[in-house]
């Protein structure tokens, strides 16, 4: 048996598979243990899982872990985790974060368009009460794409402070 003995690791939480590929100490073991992981989904899908579950590991495990496995994280690549990319980490996170905002804005305003369209038609179309057509109210969806957008940019002040924070601290390094 290897070292998930026979267990189903779909669904299995990411604290005990990271336990498992932490016990690996060389890559043999981490080949066997990927193989094995790889024969319960599909071996792409298997490796992004892995890279993802090992950005939840401490620093130092971080690099033991993308060192034994041929695995990348699938959205910050492969030398996230690591020390001195930390400011290059939260600058992408940044990045995403004011991917989403501008995403968010776009489809709050394209909602607003789309709602007063909706009033224009309603005020403008008789035969609209004939039929019975009843007028839709976007403005519910619109405020939770608000809030959602602030909450964003919340994280992305968040991040942004991170950021200051560690250039800082590296500074004193120096």
Known sequence: MGRFDGLKTKGMPIEKVLDICLSCNTKEEAENVLREYEEQH?????????GYIFGYASDNDIKKLYSLFPVTHPVFGEKFGREENKTTELENVKKSLQLSIDLLEKTIESHVRLQKSYDDLMENAKAVEVVGLKKPNLFPYIQQLNLQKQILLTLKFHVECNIED????QKRRK
């Open 42 to 50: 599909d071996p792409e899908i298997a490796r992004q899982n892995l």
């Open 166 to 169: 560690i250039k800082k601290s």
